[in-house]
């Protein structure tokens, strides 16, 4: 496998072309409907994404909030680019050793999906031939952009889409990873270490959504696929595996209908609705209903390799079903499926015959209430089934939740570009690029570094650390006077394991340097045990004003090494038959008891220390 990486990483600086804010927001003002269709890039010819995108007939309905301009629905030429953002990216330029250019030229890249009021993006070319290394091995980066975020899709019906512009126009800096990656861990290291230099300006914002990866993979005898619009961090690994293992199947389906002799479906689609009338049930149902469309279509030599072969989940099946998807329905169904999901034994031995199957031939069926969706979707599922024989055709495909994939388009090409004549170019000059160079963050692998010595931290728990962006609270925590791995433990562990606040909670204290700082000197004081920081940070998230009040909330009001003493000894006479029996081995089964009663209100080894001790009396003065 070989693999790529694009890393998406949203701005704080305004959006690009605009003053707006970079926010979201729920209040939506006013609406706007559109159509898209493509036109021709720089050298006149058509993207085939943008055309696949435009066959789809759809309408796009557009939401406005009182903190977007015009610029965003495309009734007012863009702002010049904003320089801070322009800024931004020339440090991170600097700090991946690219060659920032002298001239900057925004360009616009036709995109129709309706993510883009305007039919296009606008993108500009930062640096070049920059690199990155990790873990003692080079990956080129070939180019640094700056370009704006897309409209946020919060909708879709029949035929329509809707998207909110609060989004469109965010400042998005793309970081292009050259081939050098060799497997998913890999791929989830270089995208940790791209965002955390990233994080390093200071610049960025935070969040689901505002870092996104597109991942660009390719196998022997595969083709590169996009996979685009990674959120999590933590499936990059899954989704790059997965896709090695999705092209070693289809390439296996491959060999398998070439040493059979299959061919490409070239018969007509063949009006089956009638052959139906009886069903009732399963993805057929609603076309009959309606008297709608039922077009099935021959695949010659296809039977038993549209369902997945025995060693994976992966099968040519659902890669047809997903040409249908794409086409506008909910999927379609296969021979190799067949009887089943409503469909009797009879009517498949009638649809064999209708399209004069051979014993060696697989169909496909697919059902819309309209001609147009079925038609379309039939012959999206005959130029896939072609493809077949061919091995991975090079495609964009979206994530889904469970770390598979989705066909979504054809991958785009050069022929979506061309040049932004409404904002002029920026010119780089030496001065500029010496003022951010004087002004570059620490590196992160310096940082790392310098952090393990001085604090005495193990090296995994400074990368934790790191990719939470909680090393400079870290520092000023430690810096009052508190134990370094308990400030690492709260940071890394406790904290990112809270609920997150309700709205019912909206007036509780914000749990800034100063809240933690205060917690942490509480649990010195004794006021209450380390175990107790993860229930009284609870609290305070609940809605409780201070760590005293949040302490007497969790039930937390601290005990003494006597108190301890006297309920360890309570316990132990309540349980004196065990003791007698047992002697020391009563230890165990007692210990959960007791933290059951002093858990967060004491240390954990002074009510184990307290525990043996009366275990250890009550021994002695037993008689034996």
Same mark, same amino acid.
């Given at each position: 496998?070989?693999?790529?990486?694009?890393?998406?990483?949203?701005?704080?600086? %305004?959006?690009?072309?605009?003053?707006?804010?970079?926010?979201?927001?729920?209040?939506?003002?006013?609406?706007?409907?559109?159509?898209?269709?493509?036109?021709?890039?720089?050298?006149?010819?058509?993207?085939?994404?943008?055309?696949?995108?435009?066959?789809?007939?759809?309408?796009?309905?557009?939401?406005?909030?009182?903190?977007?301009?015009?610029?965003?629905?495309?009734?007012?030429?863009?702002?010049?680019?904003?320089?801070?953002?322009?800024?931004?990216?020339?440090?991170?330029?600097?700090?991946?050793?690219?060659?920032?250019?002298?001239? !900057?030229?925004?360009?616009?890249?036709?995109?129709?999906?309706?993510?883009?009021?305007?039919?296009?993006?606008?993108?500009?070319?930062?640096?070049?031939?920059?690199?990155?290394?990790?873990?003692?091995?080079?990956?080129?980066?070939?180019?640094?952009?700056?370009?704006?975020?897309?409209?946020?899709?919060?909708?879709?019906?029949?035929?329509? +889409?809707?998207?909110?512009? *609060?989004?469109?126009?965010?400042?998005?800096?793309?970081?292009?990873?050259?081939?050098?990656?060799?497997?998913?861990?890999?791929?989830?290291?270089?995208?940790?270490?791209?965002?955390? +230099?990233?994080?390093?300006?200071?610049?960025?914002?935070?969040?689901?959504?505002?870092?996104?990866?597109?991942?660009?993979?390719?196998?022997?005898?595969?083709?590169?696929?996009?996979?685009?619009?990674?959120?999590?961090?933590? +499936?990059?690994?899954?989704?790059? *595996?997965?896709?090695?293992?999705?092209?070693?199947?289809?390439?296996?389906?491959?060999?398998?209908?070439?040493?059979?002799?299959?061919?490409?479906?070239?018969?007509?689609?063949?009006?089956?609705?009638?052959?139906?009338?009886?069903?009732?049930?399963?993805?057929?149902?609603?076309?009959?209903?309606?008297?709608?469309?039922?077009?099935?279509?021959?695949?010659?030599?296809?039977?038993?390799?549209?369902?997945?072969?025995?060693?994976?989940?992966?099968?040519?099946?659902?890669?047809? $079903?997903?040409?249908?998807? @794409?086409?506008?329905?909910?999927?379609?169904?296969?021979?190799?499926?067949?009887?089943?999901? %409503?469909?009797?034994?009879?009517?498949?031995?009638?649809?064999?015959?209708?399209?004069?199957?051979?014993?060696?031939?697989?169909?496909?069926?697919?059902?819309?209430?309209?001609?147009?969706?079925?038609?379309? @979707?039939?012959?999206?599922?005959?130029?896939? @089934?072609?493809?077949?024989?061919?091995?991975?055709?090079?495609?964009?495909?979206?994530?889904?939740?469970?770390?598979?994939?989705?066909?979504?388009?054809?991958?785009?090409?050069? *022929?979506?570009?061309?040049?932004?004549?409404?904002?002029?170019?920026?010119?780089?000059?030496?001065?500029?690029?010496?003022?951010?160079?004087?002004?570059?963050?620490?590196?992160?692998?310096?940082?790392?570094?310098? !952090?393990?010595?001085?604090?005495?931290?193990?090296?995994?728990?400074?990368?934790?650390?790191?990719?939470?962006?909680?090393?400079?609270?870290?520092?000023?925590?430690?810096?009052?006077?508190?134990?370094?791995?308990?400030?690492?433990?709260?940071?890394?562990?406790?904290?990112?394991?809270?609920?997150?606040?309700?709205?019912?909670?909206?007036?509780?204290?914000?749990?800034?340097?100063? +809240?933690?700082?205060?917690?942490?000197?509480?649990?010195?004081?004794? *006021?209450?045990?380390?175990?107790?920081?993860?229930?009284?940070?609870?609290?305070?998230?609940?809605?409780?004003?201070?760590?005293?009040?949040?302490?007497?909330?969790?039930?937390?009001?601290?005990?003494?090494?006597?108190?301890? $003493?006297?309920?360890?000894?309570?316990?132990?006479?309540?349980?004196?038959?065990?003791?007698?029996?047992?002697?020391?081995?009563?230890?165990?089964?007692?210990?959960?008891?007791?933290?059951?009663?002093?858990?967060?209100?004491?240390?954990?080894?002074?009510?184990?220390?307290?525990?043996?001790?009366?275990?250890?009396?009550?021994?002695?003065?037993?008689?034996?």
């Amino acid at each position: 496998m070989k693999a790529g990486l694009e890393v998406h990483q949203q701005l704080s600086t %305004g959006k690009l072309f605009c003053a707006c804010p970079s926010e979201l927001s729920e209040t939506v003002n006013a609406e706007l409907t559109r159509r898209l269709r493509a036109t021709g890039g720089e050298n006149h010819h058509v993207d085939p994404a943008a055309a696949f995108q435009a066959s789809r007939g759809l309408t796009y309905r557009y939401e406005s909030t009182p903190k977007n301009c015009l610029v965003e629905l495309d009734e007012e030429p863009p702002h010049p680019i904003n320089a801070d953002a322009v800024d931004v990216a020339l440090m991170l330029a600097l700090m991946l050793k690219a060659r920032p250019l002298d001239e !900057i030229e925004v360009m616009r890249k036709i995109v129709v999906d309706g993510s883009n009021t305007a039919g296009f993006q606008r993108t500009a070319l930062i640096a070049v031939n920059g690199e990155l290394t990790l873990s003692g091995k080079r990956y080129s980066i070939p180019t640094i952009c700056l370009e704006e975020d897309a409209a946020r899709k919060t909708g879709e019906s029949h035929g329509e +889409l809707r998207y909110r512009v *609060d989004r469109l126009g965010i400042p998005l800096i793309e970081v292009a990873t050259g081939p050098e990656i060799s497997s998913g861990s890999e791929a989830r290291e270089v995208a940790e270490e791209i965002g955390t +230099l990233l994080r390093a300006t200071r610049k960025v914002r935070r969040g689901i959504g505002t870092i996104r990866e597109d991942l660009n993979v390719s196998t022997t005898g595969g083709a590169r696929v996009e996979l685009k619009g990674v959120q999590e961090l933590r +499936l990059i690994q899954k989704y790059a *595996d997965t896709e090695e293992e999705r092209q070693r199947v289809l390439l296996s389906i491959r060999d398998a209908l070439r040493a059979r002799g299959a061919s490409a479906p070239t018969q007509e689609a063949i009006l089956l609705t009638s052959l139906f009338a009886g069903v009732t049930g399963g993805p057929l149902a609603d076309a009959v209903r309606s008297k709608g469309w039922v077009l099935g279509l021959r695949l010659p030599g296809f039977a038993g390799l549209l369902k997945p072969p025995g060693d994976s989940a992966e099968r040519l099946g659902r890669e047809l $079903a997903d040409q249908a998807r @794409a086409a506008g329905l909910k999927g379609l169904l296969h021979s190799d499926e067949l009887p089943g999901l %409503g469909v009797e034994e009879s009517a498949v031995a009638q649809v064999r015959t209708a399209l004069d199957c051979r014993e060696m031939d697989g169909f496909v069926l697919v059902a819309s209430r309209d001609e147009a969706s079925a038609r379309r @979707a039939i012959e999206a599922v005959r130029v896939r @089934a072609a493809r077949a024989l061919e091995g991975i055709p090079s495609e964009t495909r979206d994530p889904l939740a469970d770390g598979r994939t989705r066909y979504s388009r054809p991958l785009p090409g050069r *022929d979506r570009m061309y040049p932004e004549t409404d904002v002029p170019p920026v010119r780089v000059d030496a001065e500029r690029l010496r003022r951010i160079r004087e002004s570059l963050p620490e590196r992160p692998e310096a940082q790392r570094a310098r !952090i393990a010595k001085s604090f005495g931290l193990p090296m995994e728990s400074v990368r934790q650390l790191q990719q939470l962006d909680e090393l400079e609270r870290f520092e000023h925590l430690v810096g009052k006077g508190h134990d370094a791995p308990s400030v690492a433990r709260l940071l890394t562990q406790t904290l990112p394991s809270l609920e997150p606040p309700t709205d019912a909670v909206a007036e509780a204290p914000p749990i800034d340097d100063g +809240l933690l700082h205060t917690l942490l000197q509480a649990v010195e004081r004794g *006021d209450f045990a380390k175990e107790g920081i993860g229930p009284v940070l609870g609290a305070l998230r609940a809605g409780a004003p201070n760590v005293e009040e949040a302490a007497r909330r969790a039930g937390l009001k601290g005990i003494t090494l006597e108190e301890l $003493a006297r309920m360890a000894e309570r316990l132990v006479e309540r349980n004196l038959a065990m003791v007698r029996d047992r002697g020391a081995e009563a230890f165990s089964p007692l210990m959960g008891d007791l933290m059951k009663e002093a858990r967060g209100q004491i240390d954990g080894g002074q009510i184990a220390k307290a525990l043996r001790e009366a275990i250890a009396r009550k021994s002695a003065s037993s008689p034996r």
